[in-house]
């Protein structure tokens, strides 16, 4: 009994830290979609000349450098646009979630698997264009996560239903 007792506090603990941590990334995201939204076009063109310029004096075929650079320079109105409105909406529906799941309020539980589940699916969907590793480490994390949560509303009915 003690033995499960600790690995419950264990898994609580685990899953308290994931949540912060994405809590985190969610004010990333939201800060990169206010930015994404005021930061002028020229402002990146010239940070990210600025970032690959030693890498292509040495090497002026240096695919990541180049990639960033020519990714910046192409980067269309409608898409920072949509980049700002999707970051900024990832951000605050995640962090409204994690701060309930932190609450421990049991209506959160659900719905935060549901959400997640539906970011795994749009991820996976950029990776089959992007084939970005990012992507799958974040898509990673977020299974972890869903099974932690679902854990932790098993758990928390458990414990209301028999009384703290």
């Not at 409204?96 to 539906?118: D, N």
Request: aromatic fraction near 14%.
């Amino acid at each position: 009994m003690i033995e499960k007792w600790r690995d419950e506090r264990f898994v609580h603990l685990v899953f308290q830290i994931s949540l912060w941590l994405k809590g985190v990334f969610a004010l990333a995201e939201i800060a990169g979609g206010i930015g994404a939204f005021f930061i002028p076009q020229q402002f990146l063109v010239r940070v990210a000349a600025a970032i690959t310029k030693g890498e292509l004096a040495e090497d002026p075929h240096d695919v990541i450098a180049n990639y960033l650079l020519h990714s910046v320079q192409a980067l269309s109105i409608s898409a920072k646009h949509f980049t700002a409105i999707y970051l900024l909406g990832h951000g605050v529906v995640k962090l409204w979630l994690i701060v309930g799941l932190l609450r421990e309020k049991l209506g959160y539980y659900p719905v935060a698997i549901l959400v997640f589940a539906l970011f795994i699916l749009y991820q996976l969907y950029r990776f089959d264009s992007t084939h970005s590793a990012w992507l799958l480490f974040v898509t990673a994390v977020d299974v972890v996560v869903i099974g932690l949560t679902w854990h932790e509303y098993r758990y928390l009915r458990r414990v209301l239903a028999h009384g703290k």
